[in-house]
């Protein structure tokens, strides 16, 4: 595979995978709150409980 000078550079080119969450995306927010309460949930309730 040949490499493209200057490629890396290329402005024009945008992931939506990869881009930060708009001001207005409440779905994106809300799921990464959950995502990270469950998480801390799971570390309490280890530490408490002793698993």
Do not use: N
């Given at each position: ?15 939506t995978m990869?881009?930060?969450a708009g ?29």
């Amino acid at each position: 595979m040949a490499y493209q000078q200057g490629h890396w550079q290329d402005q024009g080119w945008r992931d939506t995978m990869v881009d930060p969450a708009g001001s207005d995306d409440g779905a994106y927010v809300t799921g990464w709150t959950i995502s990270g309460l469950a998480v801390i949930g799971t570390i309490v309730a280890v530490w408490l409980l002793g698993i």
